[in-house]
């Protein structure tokens, strides 16, 4: 295994940058770090307090775990984590997954309602706790996964921001992992032994297509070991006019133009070619005139 220096100085890279290419953290920050008990979120803590010692700004930290009564859930594990390496903490509880279970039909899964009630606990603890980010555990692999799963499955271009304001303007939820490879935080959470507690108490039934997506993007790196940074670069590299997002392509302004099929001056200056006779749209009125 590689060595521990290694991957947390790999892993401290990749969550400063991210941290200034998105303004991620500002001098006064209070943030709110949801620890699930995953690798991911322990490894979030644990950059975001390394950060801090080196930032050239002051912020604060509070570790928020929510026990959202999955049965057997050892919220005593987190605490004790907390307490062990001093950071200021918060201990939530609330009843979600008997909710969860009385909405979702059996055998369907229960993962997209579960975070949404999650998301809403947290999102009103970071106002009450006067927190101004919520920081969560999001990295490299959940990015380029969510962008598949959503060109694949719903046809839409997008994926999980690094920073982004709530609809309502109340929360700010950052990512500082969105840089940081998925292998390299579970190689670092085992090296630190963090004590991980399994996300599947619940029973929830896998989530068959992004598994499946993980296992094409798995098997697609084994051939090319430049995909998933690749995609990632896809992420930050958007070419909008390659693209037919026709909203998109108003707002930057080039559909303003002068439209060069009506009008042959502006096609002219537009393509650089000079066209022949008059004007299009003339051609058009005349051929409709001839024919009318
Ligand atoms: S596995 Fe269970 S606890 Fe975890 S997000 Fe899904 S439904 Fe919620």
Redesign the pocket.
């Known amino acids: 295994m590689e060595d521990k220096v290694k991957l947390e100085r790999r892993l401290l890279r990749a969550a400063s940058r991210a941290v200034r290419d998105f303004d991620l953290i500002v001098e006064g920050d209070r943030i709110l770090v949801a620890v699930s008990g995953g690798k991911d979120s322990y490894t979030l803590l644990h950059v975001l307090m390394r950060l801090r010692e080196r930032a050239p700004v002051s912020f604060e930290l509070v570790a928020v775990n929510l026990d959202?009564g999955?049965p057997g859930f050892p919220a005593h594990v987190l605490e004790e984590h907390f307490r062990s390496i001093g950071v200021p903490y918060r201990m939530l509880k609330k009843d979600t997954?008997t909710i969860?279970k009385r909405l979702v039909p059996e055998g369907k899964?229960?993962?997209p309602?579960?975070?949404r009630l999650?998301r809403g606990i947290l999102y009103n603890a970071a106002v009450e706790m006067g927190c101004t980010k919520i920081a969560l555990g999001h990295h490299r692999d959940d990015l380029i996964e969510t962008l598949l799963l959503s060109a694949l499955y719903s046809g839409a271009l997008k994926s999980m921001p690094a920073r982004l304001r709530s609809d309502d303007g109340r929360n700010v939820v950052i990512r500082p992992l969105c840089y940081a490879a998925e292998e390299d935080i579970a190689a670092f959470a085992a090296a630190m032994r963090f004590p991980v507690v399994p996300?599947?108490?619940?029973g929830?039934q896998p989530n068959l297509r992004r598994r499946r997506v993980k296992e094409l993007i798995a098997t697609l790196s084994g051939e090319h070991p430049a995909v998933k940074g690749n995609l990632l670069n896809a992420l930050g590299k958007v070419v909008p006019m390659h693209l037919l997002d026709r909203d998109l392509i108003a707002r930057l302004g080039e559909a303003k133009g002068p439209d060069p099929w009506l009008d042959g001056k502006a096609a002219e200056e537009e393509t650089g070619c000079e066209l022949p006779g008059e004007p299009i749209v003339a051609l058009d009125a005349g051929r409709r005139r001839a024919g009318s």
């Open positions: 959202q999955q997954y969860v899964t229960t993962c309602v579960c975070s999650r996300c599947d108490l619940c929830s």
